[in-house]
């Protein structure tokens, strides 16, 4: 699959993307354009800006969707800008050096030097405004949102809403073509977060990988994110097995093997119940002490 564009609104595009198969976004108003994500690397992030160049000269912000290196590493390319996130930069750039490293001996693992190399040598760009509950952009004639949703996927996840549009860029939360990741995700709260930002009924929902889909679409993968929050909670209670579970679980037995055992992650063991107090052993009953009643009447006559 080559690069391309899918225009899913009016001003509305996805960036459709080979590599890992990825969703990138923009929106654009009569002032400004947001760029929502910017691919794995430096090299990414300047082709996906030379192709958002052959459809807009705005000036641009940027919004990351969540911290894992597909979603950020490419902001080089766009220079000085604003760059919205809902986690702080000191973390960003913490987990980025950490991905940086696991991923390049990844690629190299898997022959792909000049991919290695790439993301390497990438400048990390941490954001610089940071998002708390919802903020509404003003990109000149149109008004975007970025909302924090709280665990999820990630710790830090945000999506973005283009209500004039009915566009929703939900990230990682969904993912068409294939399974969501588990790894360091909140399988209960993903479900019960998804079903809230779907009650808007947006028209269209782009993921973070995978081909655009409507409002029926989003729903039955939020059904099934529900579904798999229902087993890991069954699993814990011991209504049903985990092989059970494993093996009925909507996306599949290795990624629901995954959320259960960051479900257990996430959930401390029952505390080993306190040992009986000391008792003092038992010996004969205590003595019964009988009081005599003393006359204390006095005869104080002279």
């Known amino acids: 699959m080559d690069d391309r564009w899918i225009e899913v609104a009016d001003r509305v595009w996805a960036r459709r993307l080979e590599e890992l198969d990825q969703t990138l976004g923009l929106v654009t ?36 969707t969540h ?17 919205w996130a809902v986690g702080d930069g000191t973390s960003y750039v913490a987990r980025g050096d950490e991905q940086r490293r696991a991923w390049a001996a990844t690629y190299r693992r898997d022959g792909k030097e000049e991919r290695a190399r790439q993301i390497g040598a990438t400048r990390l ?16 004639g149109r008004t975007v949102v970025l909302r924090q ?22 990230g990682d939360l969904l993912e068409e073509g294939a399974a969501p990741s588990y790894t360091g995700a909140f399988p209960i709260e993903w479900a019960q977060h998804v079903e809230y930002l779907l009650s808007w009924r947006p028209t269209i929902v782009v993921p973070g990988h995978g081909e655009p889909g409507d409002y029926w679409w989003a729903r039955g993968q939020a059904r099934d994110l529900a579904e798999t929050a229902r087993l890991c909670g069954e699993v814990a209670q011991g209504f049903v097995t985990e092989d059970e579970a494993v093996a009925h679980g909507p996306f599949g037995p290795e990624t629901t093997k995954a959320a259960i055992e960051r479900w257990r992650e996430l ?7 306190a040992p009986p107090a000391a ?10 002490v009988v009081y005599e009643i003393f006359d204390y009447s006095l005869d104080l006559r002279p």
């Open 29 to 64: 108003g009569d002032a400004c354009a947001l760029v929502i994500d910017t691919g794995v690397s430096a090299e990414a992030g300047y082709e996906f800006a030379t192709a958002i160049r052959e459809l807009t000269d705005l000036p641009w912000q940027v919004a990351y």
């Open 67 to 83: 911290d894992h290196f597909d979603h950020w590493f490419g902001t080089q390319a766009f220079g000085e800008s604003a760059v």
């Open 125 to 140: 760009v941490p954001p610089n405004c940071r998002v708390q509950g919802s903020v509404g952009l003003d990109l000149g």
């Open 149 to 170: 949703v709280g665990l999820a996927h990630s710790d830090n996840d945000m999506v973005v809403e283009v209500p004039d549009a009915g566009v929703l860029f939900a």
């Open 267 to 273: 959930t401390p063991p029952p505390a080993e119940p």
């Open 279 to 288: 008792t003092a052993p038992a010996g004969p009953p205590p003595p019964t």
